[in-house]
């Protein structure tokens, strides 16, 4: 499915690149494993090959997506959702289905709700998570590291 060298997405983790793919056994089991390394938080993966399609593993997007993601960031219209609790969830589901837009509204909505009226531990601790996944997806469609990636969010969101 994926080839080493592809720029992939895991979602909850982020995005990385595959460096290999490697034969483990564990628990007396073998098994096939995409080795990914992801560029924020120089932390490796391992993704069982087996798992990838219910683990929504994909591509990073292309430029034009990005652009569209940025335009989302842009977006003045934001979730006024009163309880946090209910807020919490929805933006956890958004952020588990991997898809990179979902993840722009939910550290758009929060950067804001931060700004103007302050965040939960809970909530500054899911921006703080949603905000590396779409860093680290940045710095690889731009190819630009981690504090262009975070100077770059700052600037678009608070426009």
Known sequence: MFQIGDKVV???????IIEAIEEKEILGEKQKYY????????????????????LGLRQVVDTDSLEMVLDILKDQRQDLT???????????????TGD????????????????EKGLSTGERKMLDNARQILISELVLVKEIDQEQANHLLDKVVNN
């Open 10 to 16: 895991y979602p909850m983790h982020g995005a990385g």
């Open 35 to 54: 080795v990914m390394k992801m560029p924020v938080g120089n932390m490796q993966v391992m993704i069982p090959m087996a798992n990838v399609s219910t």
């Open 82 to 96: 009163s309880s946090w609790n209910h807020r919490y969830r929805k933006n956890m589901d958004k952020i588990k």
């Open 100 to 115: 990179i837009y979902e993840v722009a509204r939910v550290v758009r909505d929060l950067m804001r709700r931060e700004k």
